[in-house]
Nanobody, 123 residues
Framework: QVQLVESGGGLVQTGGSLRLSCVAS????????MGWFRQAPGKEREFVAV???????RYYADSVKGRFTISGDSENMVSLQMNSLKPEDTAVYYC?????????????????WGQGTQVTVSS
């Protein structure tokens, strides 16, 4: 069982930046693909970004490409740097982990989820 805890959410103005962090209960980054999803009010959860544990390849949703960066900060911590934030980025952001899914994470639900952290971008 993998436990994930997010932090770093908050309120920011349009164009601002936030950095989300995710701490795992084990050395997940060395064995699990790590990623981020988000869910806006009234919408379904959507894929944001994923990093491959073995070679650090990264993949992003088109809506955040060029603005967000996912990185593995240590063997049990992953972060999401969010720049040039827009009101449509407002959502609860979830850290996720999966031993097998990397690119499949774009369309399939990962095995492990954190509780989520709220990000609100004001216009």
């Amino acid at each position: 069982q993998v436990q994930l805890v997010e932090s770093g959410g908050g309120l920011v103005q349009t164009g601002g930046s936030l950095r989300l962090s995710c701490v795992a209960s084990a050395r997940t980054y060395s064995r699990y693909h790590m990623g981020w999803f988000r869910q806006a009010p009234g919408k379904e959860r959507e894929f944001v970004a994923v990093i491959n544990w073995s070679d650090s390849r990264r993949y992003y949703a088109d809506s955040v490409k060029g603005r967000f960066t996912i990185s593995g900060d240590s063997e049990n911590m992953v972060s999401l740097q969010m720049n040039s934030l827009k009101p449509e980025d407002t959502a609860v952001y979830y850290c996720v982990a999966d031993r097998h899914r990397f690119l499949d994470m774009r369309s399939q639900s990962p095995d492990y989820w954190g509780q989520g952290t709220q990000v609100t971008v004001s216009s």
